[in-house]
């Protein structure tokens, strides 16, 4: 059996990413876990089952948005809560205790409940219509705050002092409380309900055992998820692989339940930094076997030098699907730039070269890619970039929204300012998509390039502009290099104004593309888990 046990924390707390609706979400969900989940699901690599050590009363609208709805899973929370339900239901807010004489006022954003004038409660709603929260008010001031678990119960009630968090309590889906957590960070068990519920091993099916809590109060709720998670892995066997996503979180209490346990450890983006963290090296040190999600991190692992004898290896969480874009039917030709990783020098020096490159193509537009979920990101980025261009000479109007300039309505449309600079702010997969789509190249000065751009050009067939070449971009094959921004004009025209170019690059990027499909990374998984399963020599790609 293969275990996954992912990293889907609220910042630093024991606690899910679920949020308002009405909030926009700051990042992506999609994750290496995520992606391996949707893999082997999809793929029926082999059996496997996801460990939450998180409080997560949504996960099942999590697990749906992320297209793995049936995959099975044990949550700590559950088994310190005793719950034993697994569907989803309906809650209705109107259904929930109110007092007498309430009054719902709905606000386009959330439900406020009035009593005899006051505000007494506000409900807040999840992307998906359902309750996840309310808010209970004294005077004005924030006294308790309830949340809502997607199987239609109270999960975890908060208690607020002076407007400020006294403790929490999480519930049994009867209501009954069964952990509580103070502010100072000390944990306490309901004396009363001392125990935790796990799965019966060698039983039937939904056969489940009591097990008491080993002390009434504990030092901090990591101490309590140890417990009960150690507990759940006496069931294991021996001969099981954990794939741990590594998280500065619970890289301590895993180094301590899983020691000598046969480990995967998976390395995602910029989730973790090696430098000082020395929990995370303990963890690693003990792996069967690392792998990073790209050629960047495994460097990282690479030098560190008590992680240097540890087999290891990179598999990209993403596959290549061939697929044609649409840049070609468009009229104009659309440079996409990604700039969150570009130092103000660099971008400066880019949008010089870029905007001369457009004087003389003036068929070319630059999209400026970003996946800040600011609100003012694009606002900010299209003023930076407007006081670059009058810098050195160009029109600022050249970088502005559509509809900005009053003096657009004023003027014949031949005569209007061109917007030749835009912004593209993208954090769902979904909407990367259909950005890249449009795109007939992709300039990446980064020191490291985004992946995912990168493996979605692969599968359009769009040529890549970079530093420096990696396993997604062959110089002279499906792209080129630039070392330096005086070199960005040649190397557009080349791929933008010789249609010969273009396809070569195309053709290129497709039989490129065959190498890093879904049955491609299949298989580098494969050799992952039986070189860890069976100890067998090194892993795929080992270094």
């Not at 809560?81 to 719902?104: A, C, D, G, M, Y």
């Not at 239609?152 to 002092?161: D, I, M, N, P, W």
């Not at 493996?455 to 002279?476: D, T, W």
Request: with cysteine; glycine share 6%; charged share 25%.
């Amino acid at each position: 059996m293969l275990y996954f046990i992912p990293a889907w924390y609220l910042d630093h707390e024991w606690k899910e990413n679920e949020q308002m609706w009405h909030i926009r979400r700051m990042r992506s969900e999609t994750d290496d876990t995520v992606k391996q989940i949707q893999l082997f699901q999809r793929n029926d690599v082999c059996g496997y089952k996801i460990l939450l050590l998180s409080h997560t009363p949504n996960l099942r609208h999590f697990l749906h948005r992320q297209g793995v709805f049936r995959a099975p899973y044990w949550s700590v929370f559950d088994a310190i809560q005793e719950v034993q339900r697994s569907r989803q239901t309906l809650l209705s807010f109107h259904n929930l205790n109110w007092p007498k004489n309430i009054e719902f006022i709905y606000s386009p954003f959330a439900v406020i409940a009035m009593l005899r004038g006051e505000k007494y409660a506000q409900i807040e709603f999840g992307e998906y219509g359902n309750p996840i929260q309310v808010n209970l008010y004294v005077g004005g001031q924030i006294k308790r705050k309830n949340v809502y678990d997607d199987r239609g119960f109270l999960s975890c009630t908060v208690v607020y002092e002076n407007g400020k968090k006294a403790y929490e309590q999480y519930l049994s889906e009867e209501g009954t409380w069964k952990l509580c957590l103070f502010a100072d960070g000390h944990a306490a068990v309901n004396p009363r309900s001392a125990h935790y519920r796990i799965p019966a091993k060698e039983t039937a099916e939904g056969a489940f055992r009591e097990i008491p809590f080993r002390k009434n109060r504990y030092a901090s709720v990591e101490e309590v998820i140890g417990e009960v998670f150690a507990a759940y892995l006496a069931n294991t066997e021996q001969t099981d692989v954990f794939c741990v996503a590594l998280h500065h979180l619970h890289s301590a209490l895993l180094e301590q339940c899983l020691g000598g346990r046969k480990k995967i450890i998976s390395i995602f983006g910029d989730r973790v930094s090696l430098a000082g963290d020395t929990d995370a090296v303990r963890l690693l040190e003990d792996a069967g076997c690392i792998v990073t999600d790209s050629e960047d991190n495994l460097g990282m692992v690479e030098r560190h030098p008590a992680l240097r004898d540890r087999k290891k290896t990179s598999i990209p969480p993403y596959d290549t699907r061939i697929d044609s874009g649409i840049s070609m039917q468009l009229h104009v030709q659309k440079i996409l730039v990604p700039v969150d990783h570009l130092t103000a020098e660099q971008l400066e020096d880019t949008v010089k070269v870029l905007a001369e490159y457009m004087e003389q193509n003036t068929d070319a537009r630059v999209h400026l890619f970003t996946r800040n979920a600011a609100y003012n990101r694009e606002t900010v980025i299209l003023e930076q970039v407007g006081k670059m261009l009058e810098k050195n000479g160009f029109p600022s109007a050249w970088a502005r929204k559509e509809s900005a300039g009053r003096f657009e309505n004023l003027l014949e449309e031949e005569e209007r300012m061109p917007v030749l600079f835009t912004v593209e702010q993208c954090l769902n997969e979904l909407s990367v998509n259909k950005c890249v789509r449009e795109q007939r190249i992709l300039l990446d000065l980064a020191d490291a390039p985004d992946l995912f751009l990168q493996i979605l050009c692969v599968s359009l067939g769009i040529p890549q502009l970079l530093r420096a070449p990696n396993r997604y971009m062959v110089p002279g094959k499906n792209g080129s290099l630039v070392r330096d921004p005086s070199e960005v004009k040649e190397k557009l025209a080349y791929y933008l104004e010789n249609l010969t170019h273009w396809n070569r690059a195309m053709i290129h990027s497709y039989e490129l593309g065959k190498k890093h499909t879904a049955d491609s990374l299949i298989h580098q998984w494969k050799e992952v888990i039986n070189s860890v399963e069976y100890d067998k020599g090194a892993a795929a790609g080992n270094s």
